[in-house]
Nanobody, 119 residues
Framework: QVQLVESGGGLVQAGGSLRLSCVASGRTLSPYVMGWFRQAPGKEREFVAAINWSGGSPYYADSVKDRFTISRDKAKNTVYLQMNSLRPEDTAVYYC????????????WGQGTQVTVSS
């Protein structure tokens, strides 16, 4: 089992920045891919970014590329999502998730953190 706890959400004006954190616990994360997803009211959950805990290049949804950065701190067992140049359409509940590297299904999810961007 992997437990995930997000934090860092809040209210920010358009053009501002936020950094989300996701602390993971429960087992070693070496064979896992860590991802961020979001869900806006009335919309389906969508992929935002992901990174392999063991290394390699992160990847992003086109809508956030060049604005958001995903990173990990192995010493702190934490994954971050740095969000810059925020837009009102980035408003959503953001979720941290984990999946095993060779399994294309995110099995573990955090409780989510609300991000609201005002215009």
């Amino acid at each position: 089992q992997v437990q995930l706890v997000e934090s860092g959400g809040g209210l920010v004006q358009a053009g501002g920045s936020l950094r989300l954190s996701c602390v993971a616990s429960g087992r070693t994360l070496s064979p896992y891919v860590m991802g961020w997803f979001r869900q806006a009211p009335g919309k389906e959950r969508e992929f935002v970014a992901a990174i392999n805990w063991s290394g390699g290049s992160p990847y992003y949804a086109d809508s956030v590329k060049d604005r958001f950065t995903i990173s990990r701190d192995k010493a702190k067992n934490t994954v971050y999502l740095q969000m810059n140049s925020l837009r009102p359409e980035d408003t959503a509940v953001y979720y941290c998730a984990a999946r095993q590297t060779l399994v294309n299904l995110y099995a573990y999810w955090g409780q989510g953190t609300q991000v609201t961007v005002s215009s």
